[in-house]
């Protein structure tokens, strides 16, 4: 079983890959980020938007830039799964922490956490 710690570790990662921008309400295409603690059996799904763009391809350019400089800049051991929009990060310092970040760009009149109402 996951220690508080441990979670709290593995979110703070997690929000520094879903929090690189915010995104706008005049753009076309959001870029929104969904991050799971896999070891933690208790946690929940957040989702988050993490860029706002004029374009789809702008969008996927994002996403792309996005995880290159998360892997860049991450203390953690984080590898990029087949599809190129997850990533997977294992906690250093935590063996046994893992979270897995997927990322998509939708177009901004889609929100994939649902009606407003079920926030």
Do not use: F, Q
Not at 49 to 71: D, Q
Not at 101 to 108: E, F, G, I, Q
């Amino acid at each position: 079983m996951m220690r508080p710690a441990r979670t709290a570790s593995l979110l703070v990662v997690l929000s520094l890959l879903t929090s690189a921008a915010a995104a706008h309400a005049e753009c076309a295409w959001v870029l929104w980020g969904s991050a799971t603690v896999l070891s933690d059996p208790k946690s929940r799904t957040s989702v988050d938007p993490a860029g706002g763009y004029g374009n789809k391809e702008e969008c996927v350019a994002g996403m792309a830039a996005l995880i290159r400089a998360a892997v860049a800049r991450s203390t953690n051991e984080v590898r990029i799964i087949d599809d190129g929009a997850s990533v997977i990060i294992h906690s250093t310092d935590k063996p046994s922490s893992v979270a897995r970040v997927t990322y998509s760009c939708l177009p901004d009149t889609v929100d994939p956490r649902g009606p407003k109402g079920s926030r």
